[in-house]
């Protein structure tokens, strides 16, 4: 079975070697002799070890990333190997790129915005089955139906064309060769095309009459845990990235706290744009999401009036405020790069409030979003961005992704910046007037602040 995985590089560029030209001291009536010199070219680093030199965090969310895109084939352990590199290559070629094996920091981030749109269309997520405790990653839009008893749970799709099975049994003295062979037997009429035995895991696969099926499976004690994926094969394309990540991400006998994503913050800070003089603000709607109370940093109380759950933004109103500057919307399209201005969160500024700027790089990923790196500070989410002119091209926000690696590894946070274009359709369908003058972004953004239970 292909599998996939995602892992990411960045070029580090080598010291330039100098030449050298030597020149004999001369004595009077006498040339001078020199001394040929041959141009030394510069080691250039080799893309492993480019991606060695990576946290393993890092090599972690670009092998994830990668398999989420199916180039990667290989378990999703942060570890360096030429089949990572070689996915590497893959992933640029198939872009237009030179397959360098090292991704500059556009490709990283379109590479970083493709995998995460993958994950969210099919609602990746990581769960504790609740009769045996053991975690594993499901594409819960895929599979939203569950059934669970004493043996274990099974989720499915509403016409069964996709199916997740977490059984669990006990067994006497059982070992990971008597398993993948039973394995092998049940149901009657599996036909295996991929085996894999290790002292600590089993995995399968092959065809279960008209679908695909993939097994993975361990045991602790007399304890045994087995995750069976069923798939139509039409659903190929779809389901086997997914394969993939879902087996990296299991863990049949967790011990440390649950991977997945970060609970919700009590107190959760990010940036609005003033967007109209009567209080209109435009904010990020994950921020603004759930909150008991929304406030605008030195304005008061906000209502959340629309909200546009494909891009991700929010309308809010303030009453009664006087003095608003709203920010021209009236920019281009952006081109490579762009200066984000906001309000980090005040944990990074000391409980400040200061308006700040940072640059990023831009990478198109679709006609309405493109990929932001490196992403900016927390609180920057639902800032504006602009052009090398001062432009207003697009709103950046910050999206948090699950890598499907082992369950232990940590959430990574992503950027995108969403389109002028896209943003103004959603104030126009909103009634909101885009008729802002001001050219000066520190002058026309204000803290959003959601308070939570």
């Known amino acids: 079975?292909?599998?996939?995985?995602?892992?990411?590089?960045?070029?580090?560029?080598?010291?330039?070697?100098?030449?050298?030209?030597?020149?004999?001291?001369?004595?009077?009536?006498?040339?001078?002799?020199?001394?040929?010199?041959?141009?030394?070219?510069?080691?250039?680093?080799?893309?492993?070890?480019?991606?060695?030199?990576?946290?393993?965090?890092?090599?972690?969310?670009?092998?994830?990333?990668?398999?989420?895109?199916?180039?990667?084939?290989?378990?999703?352990?942060?570890?360096?190997?030429?089949?990572?590199?070689?996915?590497?290559?893959?992933?640029?070629?198939?872009?237009?790129?030179?397959?360098?094996?090292?991704?500059?920091?556009?490709?990283?981030?379109?590479?970083?915005?493709?995998?995460?749109?993958?994950?969210?269309?099919?609602?990746?997520?990581?769960?504790?089955?609740?009769?045996?405790g053991a975690r594993l990653g499901l594409p819960g839009k895929l599979v939203p139906n569950q059934a669970t008893d004493a043996n274990g749970s099974k989720w499915t799709s509403p016409t069964g064309t996709v199916q997740v099975l977490l059984s669990r049994r006990k067994e006497a003295n059982p070992t990971t060769a008597k398993l993948a062979e039973a394995e092998k037997k049940e149901p009657a009429g599996r036909k295996v095309d991929y085996t894999v035995v290790k002292p600590d895991f089993f995995v399968l696969s092959g065809l279960q009459g008209l679908k695909k099926f993939y097994v993975r499976g361990t045991f602790k004690g007399d304890e045994v845990r087995i995750m069976t994926i069923l798939y139509d094969q039409a659903m190929e394309n779809t389901v086997e990235p997914v394969v993939i990540a879902m087996s990296s991400a299991f863990n049949a006998f967790p011990s440390g706290p649950q991977a997945g994503p970060p609970p919700r913050k009590t107190v959760e800070y990010g940036t609005g744009i003033v967007v109209s003089d009567d209080g209109a603000i435009l904010a990020d709607r994950l921020v603004t999401d759930s909150c008991l109370a929304i406030t605008i940093g030195g304005y008061g109380n906000a209502d959340r009036l629309a909200e546009d759950k494909e891009h991700d933004l929010a309308l809010l109103h303030i009453y009664g405020a006087r003095g608003l500057k709203p920010l021209s919307l009236t920019g281009g399209a952006a081109k490579s790069s762009v200066d984000v201005v906001g309000i980090a969160d005040p944990q990074s500024q000391g409980g400040a409030a200061g308006v700040s700027s940072v640059k990023g790089a831009l990478a198109p990923v679709t006609a309405g979003d493109s990929a932001l790196s490196p992403p900016p500070a927390v609180g920057f989410s639902g800032s504006p961005t602009l052009d090398s002119d001062g432009k207003f091209v697009g709103v950046a926000l910050l999206k948090p992704t699950m890598v499907a690696g082992p369950a232990t590894s940590m959430p990574t946070s992503q950027a995108v910046m969403v389109s002028a274009a896209t943003v103004r359709d959603f104030l126009k369908a909103n009634a909101v007037t885009v008729d802002g003058t001001s050219t000066d972004a520190k002058a026309s953004v204000v803290r959003v602040i959601c308070v939570r239970k």
């Open 1 to 132: 079975m292909r599998s996939v995985l995602s892992a990411t590089l960045i070029l580090a560029a080598s010291g330039a070697c100098a030449q050298a030209q030597m020149m004999q001291p001369s004595s009077a009536g006498a040339k001078p002799k020199t001394v040929a010199t041959v141009p030394v070219r510069p080691a250039v680093q080799a893309p492993a070890d480019t991606a060695n030199a990576m946290a393993q965090t890092e090599r972690l969310a670009l092998q994830s990333d990668l398999a989420w895109v199916g180039e990667y084939n290989g378990a999703i352990t942060g570890d360096v190997s030429d089949r990572m590199v070689n996915a590497i290559k893959e992933y640029q070629k198939a872009k237009g790129g030179k397959p360098t094996g090292v991704l500059n920091p556009q490709e990283r981030a379109a590479l970083a915005e493709t995998a995460r749109r993958k994950q969210d269309s099919v609602g990746w997520k990581i769960v504790t089955e609740m009769t045996s």
